[in-house]
């Protein structure tokens, strides 16, 4: 048969997949691997799909998604995230995936460099090997708080370079970057004249440090300052958010001038949302937001409880300022491997984990346990884990 393209065989898989792949083999499994609100959607968005759904909306739609839908947006993003957009910015995707690499296809050609965190959300490599562009990591490690070095990035730029990444509060690391942080990346981004892509689909759940959006950042403080967002395209999705993962509803905010291009892309791609979906996620804007709190205030909870038990155990943890996920150090079991030792984790001691080195190299050794579960699954799977010291735990009969 005819080959594949050439460059197709160097996009990687998702770790996190596998582990759940296997894990819906099983049986008994405590899943603590996907980021999967274990919250229920609230019932005005399921009503609001099924109404859609019973008066036959279920017809073509405009690329960029319905007005109604993008009118909201704009309107939350206004009133949320200091970002003043017109609706032909907002392009609505099939889950903040698709946003991301509609990004991603807009500003990178073939061999053109694109700066990743490491470590990071997987898709961010996948997109950027998918399209042909080299993937460069740039880490965040454990003792600058998981923030970026400047200094590194200087270092990484080449003439490629096209783009960094950046995603606050983090997946897997639950880091929220303070306004000095997002400050320096975008001098840095202006420096070398780059793209930035803000992934921020984590934005609702924040703890203490308080989430930023970096094109209000970049409006406000450009060259031409208070004339609108000029490098940075904004990612967000409903389905953290609203429990809405398998809903497929997420959406891009570009720089002004790009609507006819992203026209062409969406049809050539997509050609648009399913109508039922888009109208969840305008009654997700629009419905009461109680459940989202109700749901951050579960997550928290959660995450205090994990805490006492990984300490008590003497595993390591980096404490989380956003997201729904515990970066967690089983490095003392993990014998240098973590992604097989999750996998024969999972095996014998039937508990679904995310292994580090699944979102980048500097991940190696750290697992990521999601804390969008029942307080009793996320407890008996952390017991589950070896204390440290311990670095052959016993196949739990239990």
Known sequence: MPSLAAHIPSVPGSGIRRIYEIAAELDGVISLGVGEPDVPIAPHIAEAA??????????????????????????????????????????????????????????????????????GYTTFTMNARMLDA???????????????NIEELE???????????????????????????????????????????SDEVYERFTWGEPHLSLAALDAQSGQDAGGGIERVFSVFSFSKTYAMTGIRVGY???????????????????????????????????????????AAA?????????????????????????????????????????????????????????PGSAFGRSGEGWIRLCLAATEADLLAGIARLPARGDTSPAVHSG
């Open 134 to 148: 080299r993937p460069v990591p740039y880490s965040l490690m454990p003792e600058r708080g998981f923030r970026p």
């Open 155 to 197: 270092a990484l730029v080449t003439p490629r370079t096209r783009m960094i990444i950046v995603n606050s509060p983090s997946n897997p690391l639950g880091a929220v970057f303070p306004r000095e942080v997002l400050d320096e990346l975008l001098a840095f981004a202006r420096r070398h004249d780059l793209w930035i892509l």
């Open 50 to 119: 099924k109404a859609a759904w019973d008066r036959d909306d279920t017809d073509y739609n405009p690329n960029g998604g319905i007005l109604p839908l993008r009118r909201a947006i704009v309107d939350k993003l206004a009133t949320d995230n200091e970002m003043d957009v017109d609706t032909e910015q907002v392009w609505v995707t099939i889950g903040g995936t698709q946003a991301l690499h509609l990004a991603m296809q807009l500003t990178l050609a073939a061999g053109d460099e694109v700066l990743i965190p490491d470590p």
């Open 252 to 294: 891009l905010v570009t720089p002004s001038g790009m609507a006819a291009t992203l026209r062409t892309m969406q049809e050539a791609t997509i050609s648009c949302a399913a109508m039922p979906d888009q109208f969840a996620a305008l009654a997700a804007l629009q419905g009461e937001q109680e459940h989202v709190a109700a």
């Open 298 to 354: 579960h997550y928290r909870a959660n995450y205090r409880a994990a805490s006492a038990a990984l300490e008590a155990r003497g595993i390591r943890y980096l404490e989380p300022t956003g997201a729904f996920y515990l970066w967690t150090d089983v490095s003392h079991a993990s014998d240098g491997d973590v992604a097989a030792w999750a996998e024969r984790f999972l095996v014998h001691e039937r508990v679904a984990v995310a």
